[in-house]
């Protein structure tokens, strides 16, 4: 059973910076890929961010040279360095992690609040 806990949301004022963490109760660097997602009230969850075994980072359009995605092997845990916070930015964020080499694992945290306020 993989578990992930986000942590570091909260409440910040638009142009602010706030640092998520997930923490995994597996290897990360065994996951193909590690994700931070969110999902504001009333829209489908996104893709925010994501990181791969082979440490190969990419981010959605929207938060492109705001957000930044990172790890920390040796804590199994991922990052998003989130700077220049825009209300539109409002979400719960979560965690994913897709599979460990030939096994699906399709988990999910339990989600970190971002309020970011105008």
């Known amino acids: 059973q993989v578990r992930l806990v986000e942590s570091g949301g909260g409440l910040v004022q638009a142009g602010g910076s706030l640092r998520l963490s997930c923490a995994a109760s597996?290897?990360?660097?065994?996951?193909?890929?590690m994700g931070w997602y969110r999902q504001a009230p009333g829209m489908q969850r996104e893709l925010v961010a994501f990181?791969?075994?082979?440490?190969?980072?990419n981010s959605a359009d929207s938060v492109k040279g705001r957000f930044t995605i990172s790890r920390d092997n040796a804590k199994n845990t991922v990052y998003l360095q989130m700077n220049s916070l825009k209300p539109e930015d409002t979400a719960v964020y979560y965690c994913?992690?897709?599979?460990?080499?030939?096994?699906?694992?399709?988990?999910w945290g339990q989600g970190t609040q971002v309020t970011v306020s105008s």
């Open positions: 994913h992690a897709d599979r460990i080499r030939g096994v699906n694992l399709n988990s």
């Open positions: 990181i791969t075994s082979g440490g190969t980072t």
């Open positions: 597996i290897n990360i660097l065994s996951v193909n890929t």
